[in-house]
């Protein structure tokens, strides 16, 4: 066979390949309705290793590398959990006959979040300055709306939430009121008022971007208000989901997203802007590579894609960032006090000790 020739074959095998896929995707949608009809998760972690393992298998006689053969099957077990995920949320259908408002719900998060809500049979309408957003319906100015609906969500940059909610606590409306705020302590006045006027209220942060697609693994925050109620519908949103639902105070949400979010933004900003810097390094970096330099350029890399004016309300806007930023520049101090003295013990001390820490971290998310 010629080149060409071997071209067609393997174009004719990767149209087989995507069939294939699709045959697979239409049996998870089966096997999410069986699982739904006699109450079974939608994951179960021994099936995923069952089907990895024997993959892996198949692939050594086969004379195929197994990590190739693990990485298409954990892709095809994403996708396949995805499609259950949104499989159950749908036949749920907690919305149906419901209305939701979300005000900023142009912006990507926004977007995921009216989709989200839709999915479950939401009647879903949008407000935003930028406009109308295809498939939903348009409120073109929410002060003049009578603000019926069963859900509000406040998907809105965080320099302008907080006045928002004051707005909202004023209309006082009858549906569940909640934002998505990255941080809670700068809205702190605008959730009072919401309760002091009586709304059912909480405060959401969707630790996802809005190109998640399955919420295996991935963590809800809820803030409680003090209302119960309002509390429990909006975790409701998420239960057909595979999503962590976590329950916390507003100050201990910021005090530990300041590190969660705030010392890993700082840190990867800090690493690009050196190698910005670097002056005639920088050429030459581009053409060499290391498993970790890659690792944490590819991190750095999606840090430096994202919103400078929502990284900077992050970083600026957390009473308790300033704790973080802090313990960056210490250990930074401390590590270039160690190599300058070329003390290897206390080198050694320091790996061991952050070692020890990402050991009890792992066992934890393991429990």
């Not at 939608?42 to 892996?56: A, M, S």
């Not at 159950?88 to 989200?116: E, H, N, P, T, Y």
């Not at 970790?292 to 840090?303: H, N, W």
């Amino acid at each position: 066979m010629n080149l060409d020739e071997l071209r067609a074959e393997l174009s004719q095998l990767d149209g087989e390949l995507i069939e294939l896929v699709a045959r697979r995707k239409a049996l998870s949608e089966q096997v999410a309705a069986v699982k739904r009809a006699t109450g079974r998760p939608t994951r179960d972690f021994g099936r995923e290793r069952e089907v990895i393992l024997r993959g892996r298998v198949a692939a050594a006689r086969l004379n195929v590398s197994p990590d190739l053969a693990e990485s298409l099957l954990r892709q095809l077990i994403y996708s396949s959990l995805a499609t259950q995920e949104q499989a159950g949320v749908a036949a749920q259908a907690q919305g149906s006959g419901k209305r939701a408002l979300v005000i900023g719900g142009a912006g990507k998060m926004g977007r995921w979040f009216a989709d989200f809500l839709a999915s479950q049979g939401y009647d879903v309408s949008i407000a935003d300055p930028a406009g109308s957003v295809a498939g939903f319906g348009s409120v073109a100015d929410w002060h003049k709306d009578p603000l019926e609906q069963d859900l509000i969500v406040l998907a809105t940059p965080l320099g302008a939430t907080a006045q928002l909610l004051q707005e909202l606590a004023q209309r006082a409306p009858r549906g569940l009121i909640f934002d998505l705020g990255s941080l809670k302590t700068p809205l702190r006045a605008g959730l009072a008022a919401l309760v002091a006027a009586g709304c059912r209220a909480t405060s959401l942060h969707p630790m996802f971007g809005p190109d998640t697609e399955l919420l295996s693994g991935r963590h809800v925050i809820f803030i409680d208000l003090g209302h119960a109620g309002a509390l429990s519908e909006a975790q409701a949103l998420f239960a057909p989901t595979m999503a962590e639902r976590v329950v916390m105070g507003l100050d201990e949400h910021d005090r530990l997203i300041a590190y969660v979010l705030g010392l890993s933004h700082a840190l990867n900003i800090a690493f690009f802007t050196a190698l910005a810097e670097s002056g005639e390094a920088a050429p030459r970096l581009a053409r060499l590579s290391s498993t970790t330099f890659d690792a944490q350029l590819d991190v750095a890399s999606r840090v430096a894609a994202e919103s400078p004016d929502l990284y900077f309300e992050i970083q600026s806007l957390n009473e308790y960032g300033g704790e973080s930023l802090q313990a960056l520049r210490d250990a930074v101090e401390r590590l270039a006090a160690v190599v300058a003295n070329k003390d290897a013990a206390q080198f050694t001390a320091l790996m061991n000790r952050g070692r020890a820490y990402l050991d009890v971290r792992a066992a934890a998310r393991g429990a």
